[in-house]
């Protein structure tokens, strides 16, 4: 049964049978023996417990996951693609389950995390069919040598994930680098690990032992394993603070990251759009489906003067569909926030955009609706007549709340949408071709939309500049940043010639 087709009403998510750490191809309980207790955001009632990796742990899947890698990386590579395809179906099998534990765990909606398990089937599929594509370089070198270069594997990798997707992170980021023939350490969100362990019970059996490794647990386990002389690259998708003490941590060892950070997105709208239009792109740009839990969010909408109050009173009516629900409800357009700490920031932040001068448009408030009493949730939040000098203009809050700025003066305009540390995507609404193109090459930012906003494309390079990230996602590049280079050269041996 598809979740299209399911009843609506919440449902009950199973957590799963296995709550160790998964590595060496088999179950372990922590070292330490510690075990944390996961609550719904949505409820506040218990889900589960999670075991919690230290260094000590992190010790012995880096050994495991060495070993594993010795046999992974000899596998040909289109056993390999076969591997992961057939990985990909498997999880297409389970997306009903996964999607309800996985919006149990963090508070997305269970219909959202259905796509979320899609996919990440179809980075599987996507990478699996690229494998043949690892390929070197023959460079001339005249009649006597041949030299050329060769693509490996960089040995045992791990990926730090975030709570706002955590299954297709979870998931999702093995691919690459299974494919290019690596071992893959998948460290889970502390917040809602669940998924993750799930994961290791669906397909750790088919690939070989030690070649997947799931660690949940904190900021112990994820700095042992960026430490480690026998990790050879990390991936991270988190805040930039986490991101610069990886980095810092890494570059003892000279070691490859590959970052995905935060952001404080733009969309900038012109005077010749449609304002309805637009406003229906502000609002879903904003990804109130998942509370604005989202790096790619267009937090920041900057909208010409001509259309600027035609474009408000939409997006208020736009924001109407964005009701808070129960997460596991398929009935439900908008979530919880992830924690109760969170929950309190984003709170902290719609208190200071009223103190700064900001006018409220709608939302600003936690919903009083009994059924959410337990969990954490916020009203879609949108506030006017805001300035780049606000907190909320200037800070990432990770949450439902959107600022809209006016502008009349492209210059300045521009000025203010380059005027974050953040780089990560912006969208351009305008029917004029040549300003779009224009504006484009001008904002600071990794990805860019032109009358589109949130949409990812494989194949596409995903990835941001400045303060938002280093290196590219979602595409070839991908897989090659987990593979080095290895230049071979051959000297050809003159014979004399016998007649």
């Known amino acids: ?130 494998v043949t594509e690892l390929k070197g370089a023959s460079i001339p070198m005249g009649p006597n040598a041949v030299n050329f270069s060769v693509r490996e594997p960089l040995g045992v990798v791990a ?28 460290k889970p969100p502390e917040q809602a690990p669940l998924s993750a362990l799930r994961l290791a019970e669906i397909v750790g059996d088919m690939l070989p032992p030690g070649v997947l490794s799931i660690l ?16 050879a690259m990390i991936g991270l998708v988190g805040s930039v603070p986490t991101g610069r003490a990886v980095m810092k941590l890494a570059a003892e060892r000279l070691k490859p990251v590959l970052l995905e950070l935060g952001g404080k997105n733009a969309l900038i709208a012109y005077p010749d759009v449609d304002p309805a239009e637009v406003a229906a792109g502000i609002v879903a740009g904003m990804n109130f489906t998942w509370c604005g839990q989202s790096c790619g969010s267009t937090s920041r909408a900057f909208v010409h003067a001509d259309i600027y109050d035609e474009v408000i009173a939409a997006v208020k009516l736009q924001c109407a569909q964005y009701v808070p629900g129960l997460p596991t409800d398929y009935a439900t357009s908008m979530g919880a926030i992830i924690s109760r700490e969170q929950h309190d ?43 780049q000098n606000m907190r909320i203009a200037s800070e990432e809050i990770f949450g439902p709340v959107l600022s809209i700025l006016k502008w009349n003066d492209e210059e300045a305009m521009m000025e203010d949408v380059n005027g974050v540390d953040y780089g990560l995507t912006c969208a351009i ?71």
């Open 1 to 130: 049964m598809t979740p299209a087709s399911k009843a609506t009403g919440p449902q009950t998510a199973l957590a799963p049978a296995n709550n160790g750490l998964f590595y060496a191809g088999g179950w372990h309980a922590p070292v330490a023996g510690e075990y944390i207790d996961i609550t719904e955001p949505g409820s506040g009632r218990q889900l589960g417990r999670a075991p919690v990796a230290t260094s000590v742990d992190a010790e012995l899947a880096v050994a495991a996951a060495k070993k594993g890698f010795a046999v992974w990386r000899d596998t040909p590579p289109l056993e390999r693609a076969r591997v992961l395809k057939s990985i990909a179906a498997k999880l297409r099998l389970h997306a009903d389950e996964l999607a309800l534990l996985d919006a149990a765990d963090c508070g997305n909606p269970v219909k959202e995390m259905a796509a979320d398990v899609m996919v990440a089937a179809a980075l599987f599929e996507f990478f699996a069919g690229l």
């Open 159 to 186: 990926r730090i994930v975030a709570f706002n997707h955590p299954f297709m992170f979870a998931a999702g980021k093995m691919a690459a680098p299974l494919a290019a023939g690596n071992a893959i350490i998948i």
């Open 216 to 231: 949940p647990g904190g900021r112990e386990v994820g700095m042992a394993l960026v430490a480690h002389k026998d990790v």
């Open 345 to 387: 920031k984003v709170l902290g932040f719609i208190a200071s955009a009223k103190s700064d001068g900001a006018t409220l448009v709608c939302g600003g408030k936690v919903p009083d609706a009994p059924e959410l009493a337990g969990g954490f949730y916020v009203e879609p939040t949108v506030f006017a007549d805001v300035t």
């Open 429 to 499: 609404w305008t029917n004029d071709l040549e300003k779009a193109h224009r504006t484009a090459q001008r904002t600071q930012a990794g990805f860019v939309w032109i009358n589109e906003v949130g949409k990812h494309f494989l194949g596409a390079p995903f990835g941001g500049v400045k303060q938002s990230g280093i290196g590219r996602e979602e595409c070839l590049a991908e897989l090659l940043a987990f593979t080095s280079e290895k230049n071979i050269h051959i000297s050809l041996r003159r014979v004399a010639r016998k007649d």
